[in-house]
């Protein structure tokens, strides 16, 4: 599975971005699906994920409330619609297939990244 991340950007407080992640690979319908960031500094952290199917999801609790992960098996396509948006969600934020853990270790393919910037 290769993936491709898009949708970063610069936003002020309480804004919204909508990040996307394409993938390619006859597979990717059997693979659970994470969107993890990593700000300068730290270590990469889990922020939701999404079983196979789209029918569980589980989200950090940093972010309940305001993000929302979907998928499109069809598409091949994951999303994060990321809304009221505060300047600790700045980092690089990646997209994975995995096992659909919460844990970074258990994914074996990644996307290149994007970068968030939530200024006040």
């Known amino acids: 599975v290769q993936l491709q991340a898009s949708g970063g950007g610069s936003v002020q407080t309480g804004g919204s971005l909508r990040l996307s992640c394409a993938a390619s690979g006859r597979t990717f319908s059997s693979y659970g699906m994470g969107w993890f960031r990593q700000a300068p500094g730290k270590e990469r952290d889990f922020v939701a994920i999404v079983n196979w199917s789209g029918g569980r999801t589980t989200y950090a609790d940093s972010v309940k409330g305001r993000f929302t992960i979907s998928r499109d098996n069809a598409k091949k396509m994951v999303y994060l619609q990321m809304n009221s948006l505060k300047p600790e969600d700045t980092a690089v934020y990646y997209c994975?297939?995995?096992?659909?853990?919460?844990?970074?270790?258990?994914?074996?393919?990644w996307g290149q990244g994007t970068q968030v910037t939530v200024s006040s």
């Open positions: 994975a297939a995995g096992s659909g853990s919460t844990r970074y270790h258990d994914y074996n393919y």
